[in-house]
């Protein structure tokens, strides 16, 4: 299982480096070619959200985000590192797989999210939030 790593400071223009390595790597990984636009996306979305959340909260820590390239998954955690940061309003430590329940501007993001990828997970921690997005991967 291949892992790959970035870490970037909080500012728009590193979203898009984020989106083409998860592209790179989830083509490396055997995603088919017509899902990796849906891997650019919703990478990009939950860049996007972790970045806004960071200015808005603490700028000096960097977005985190992990590429697992496993045996028939490809998988995409994005971490950040606002407290209290609860996508579901609810407190902290929560995992929250009901999109259903998530209302509100910011969370408009988790639904896109969970429109493009294939599994997502979404989980309040007490130092922040992790989104983990899923999609189906073949190797020769």
């Known amino acids: 299982m291949a892992t790959v790593e970035l870490t970037f400071s909080p500012l728009p223009v590193h979203v898009r480096t984020a ?3 998860a592209t790179a790597v989830a083509r490396r990984g055997g995603v088919e070619e017509a899902l990796l636009d849906e891997v650019r996306l919703a990478v990009g979305e939950a860049c996007s959200r972790a970045v806004e ?3 808005q909260q603490c700028p000096a820590e960097p ?16 971490s950040d590192r606002v407290p ?28 896109v999210i ?10 309040s921690t007490p130092s922040g939030v992790e989104i983990t ?6 190797k020769d």
């Open 19 to 21: 989106r083409l390595v």
């Open 53 to 55: 959340a960071h200015q």
């Open 114 to 123: 969970a429109g493009l990828a294939d599994d997502v997970d979404i989980a």
């Open 63 to 78: 977005v985190r985000v992990e590429l697992r390239d496993g045996a028939d998954r490809f998988e995409v955690m994005v």
């Open 84 to 111: 209290n940061d609860d996508p579901a309003g609810e407190g902290a430590t929560q995992v929250s797989s009901d999109l259903a329940e998530l209302n509100g501007d910011l969370n408009l993001g988790f639904a």
């Open 133 to 138: 997005m899923s999609w189906p991967a073949k």
